[in-house]
């Protein structure tokens, strides 16, 4: 009768031992996609922070260009009344 009890246990371990090798590869699985996932992030990160730098220095350009042109109207100006002058 023991041995049948001693069989039964160790059938009970092995069990035990498959269904945590089963967990481990799960857990391995989702650490391989979290990485995927992760080095997904980066690489789009990387993308929007260029396209940012990109739309920041289209702005600057604008924002030079108004001011050039804002500033050539106040000559504009100046002009005008130096030839109302004469």
């Known amino acids: 009768m023991l041995t049948y009890i001693l069989i039964v246990l160790c059938l009970s371990l092995a069990g035990v031992a498959g269904l945590q090798m089963t967990y ?3 857990l391995d699985r989702l650490d391989r996609e979290r990485k995927k996932r992760l080095h997904e992030l980066e690489a789009r990160c990387k993308d929007l922070s ?4 990109d739309a920041e220095f289209r702005i600057e350009e604008q924002d030079r260009l108004l001011s050039t042109l804002y500033s050539a109207s106040d000559d504009e100006e100046v002009w005008a009344d130096v030839i109302d002058e004469r």
């Not at 260029?50 to 730098?53: C, E, F, K, T, V």
């Open 50 to 53: 260029r396209r940012l730098a």
């Open 24 to 26: 481990m590869f799960y």
